[in-house]
Antibody, heavy 125, light 115 residues
């Protein structure tokens, strides 16, 4: 069965960086994008960006441009999201999610069909 | 980044229906977009429910009951998630999502309470 298993909780100081991993199993890792979505406590969902594990191509939300880097290690079917220059507002649960692309006639559907369990990142001095 | 507005809360009794709305900004025409819906229960990641483009182009997520359905109200520029025959297990937060341009945007979320 498809599983995305994320690394454990992190506590970081302002200005530091954090790198969260997302290990995929149960499917061909390079066949589906990995997206990252975060959620501050009691708040809504915020999409951060996507990565194509096959090509390594990425696309980031404008808000995170210059601060986020998404990479992968295909040999171990693992995706990574690194966020730098952390501030208190970055305290959130970070999720990885598989992007499923479906061709529907002349249109394309794209949604997140499997999600990791989430990784709490706390930024505090 | 556009804001998709959802009412913060909705409540209904078991067996009743809950109609959740997702209003797009006026410069984004709901008729041109797939509206995706997710359900999130406390302490869990979101779960994909369904997408809706039109009555002839819609789809249910794997294992999602048919009492969850989507629609649009073009006059209100709104996407709609209808939960029929509400059950206690439907108590959760619900988010809409679209891809307007180069970024996915989630709605503000609606907390559904089953009375």
């Amino acid at each position: 069965q498809v599983q995305l298993v994320q690394s454990g909780a992190e506590v970081k100081k302002p200005g530091a960086s954090v790198k969260v991993s997302c290990k995929a199993s149960g499917y061909t890792f390079t066949s589906y994008d990995i997206n990252w979505v975060r959620q501050a406590t009691g708040q809504g969902l915020e999409w951060m960006g996507w990565m194509n594990p096959n090509s390594g191509n990425t696309g980031y939300a404008q808000k995170f441009q210059g601060r986020v880097t998404m990479t992968r290690n295909t040999s171990i079917s693992t995706a990574y999201m690194e966020l730098s220059s952390l501030r208190s507002e970055d305290t959130a649960v970070y999720y990885c999610a598989r992007g499923l692309r479906v061709v529907q006639g002349a249109r394309i559907l794209y949604y997140f069909d499997y999600w990791g369990q989430g990784t709490l990142v706390t930024v505090s001095s | 980044q556009p804001v998709l507005t959802q009412p913060p809360s909705s409540s209904a009794s078991p067996g009743e229906s809950a109609r959740l709305t997702c209003t797009l900004p006026s410069d984004i025409n709901v008729g041109s977009y797939n509206i995706y819906w997710y359900q999130q229960k406390p302490g869990s990641p979101p779960r994909y429910l369904l997408y809706y483009y039109s009555d002839s182009d819609k789809g249910q997520g794997s294992g999602v009951p048919s009492r969850f359905s989507g629609s649009k109200d073009a006059s209100a520029n709104t996407g709609i998630l209808l939960i029929s025959g509400l059950q206690s297990e439907d108590e959760a937060d619900y988010y809409c999502m679209i891809w307007p341009s180069n970024a996915y945007v989630f709605g503000t979320g609606t907390k559904v309470t089953v009375l």
